[in-house]
């Protein structure tokens, strides 16, 4: 990334649409576990002048965000690594793989040395590798390659890096990323397995437009093909920021305070998984340095404040994980058969997501895709959007309904049924509801 300018007994079966979903809908639906493995961070390990040269603290953060998936470039083998920052020792990545975090490696030009350090790493901890990812933003850092320095150049790279990759029995079952800020094409073939966007929010909107047009750019409608999302998030206003004052990293770009910040994460990872991504990446774990001044925007994308202290975005993913694995846990309980929970009527900004449970139950996200901040030239505040009522209907009495707000803690609200009809208001960013039959 660089400057931005542009879970007691079984849940009822839920269905999210005006009539209760064919069981072959359900069947696609991920599964809890899926979903919490589509979940990644990124993280510059390679950086040692900041908070992520404390390696101990990073695992502790990821292990607080009940999140394994972690996007890092590759560690530098040679002498003087990344410049000016210097390069964290291998050592730092084995750690961390030691510690059950899988790494998505970015990989730099040199590809010979990009895929030697990559099995090096994988011989040392096997399975610590999730994806390798081409070449970041060669928009804003250009590649060199073959004595070009264009996108040209940049794409004859993924393409030999994507073939050295795919004959080395080491990567059989591991994916490729295509590069990003690579003009528009609708063939990735020979150069990447998935195809890979940067879709930040822009102005502070909701993220799911954003997300959807991050297909656009591969000629695709959301879902039609494989596709990754490797970074997207929101930088947060500092903490002393003038209330209600505009911080801009560019005509596109736009701080927010650190619960909007939230929203945003969590409204962009649940969009991910229901627009068909396959895995996304919140950019980035924690703020990599002070910043006195207040201006650095760049220092502020974190989920965690520069001493790890958690922002409300790593308390709600915290909250978010440990809901949903808390959920799945209750699935297997014996005590309760599944009953039909169907969405009857919803408005049309209503956003949601299914989960499968351990039982072929469900449970599941939603959220009201609706403006959460206002802004102009000279004024930016938060925006607080009324709830919106959706009513479900239920095939048989329930014993439990629990609705919780992540943003809020990880505890469930118990709300009560009106007969077979059951209203949940929901906000402008994701709940869950969970249900158990009697």
Partial sequence: MTHKTLGRSLPMIVALVAAPVPASAVDQAPTSAQFIDMLGVNLHVNYTDGAYARIGNVVQAMRFLGITHARTALPSLRDGGFGVRGSAPLASYLY?????????????????????????ILAARPGSIAAIEGFNEINNFPVTYGGMKSDAAAILAQKALYAAVRADPAFRTIPVYDLTGAP??????????????????QNARQPGPSIARGYTIYGAKPGAIPMVVTEFGNFSLPADWPAGKPLWAGHTMLGVDERTQAKIILNGFAESARLGVRRSYVYELVDQKPDPTGRLTEMHYGLFHFDFSPKPSAAALHNLTTIISTEANYATHP???????????AAPSIRSLTLRQPDASVVFLLWNEVPFWTWSQSASNPLTAPSIEVTFRLDRNPSSIRVYDPLNGPSPQSVQANGRTLRIAVPDHVIIVAASGS
């Fill in 335 to 345: 005590s309760a058969s599944p009953a039909i929970l169907s969405l009857a009527s």
């Fill in 96 to 120: 961390m793989a030691g510690a059950g975090i899988r790494f998505t490696f970015i990989a730099y030009p040199d590809i010979d040395r990009a895929v030697g350090t990559a099995r090096s």
């Fill in 184 to 201: 528009p094409t609708t063939d990735i073939s020979g150069r990447a397995d998935l195809a890979n966007g940067h879709p930040y929010t």
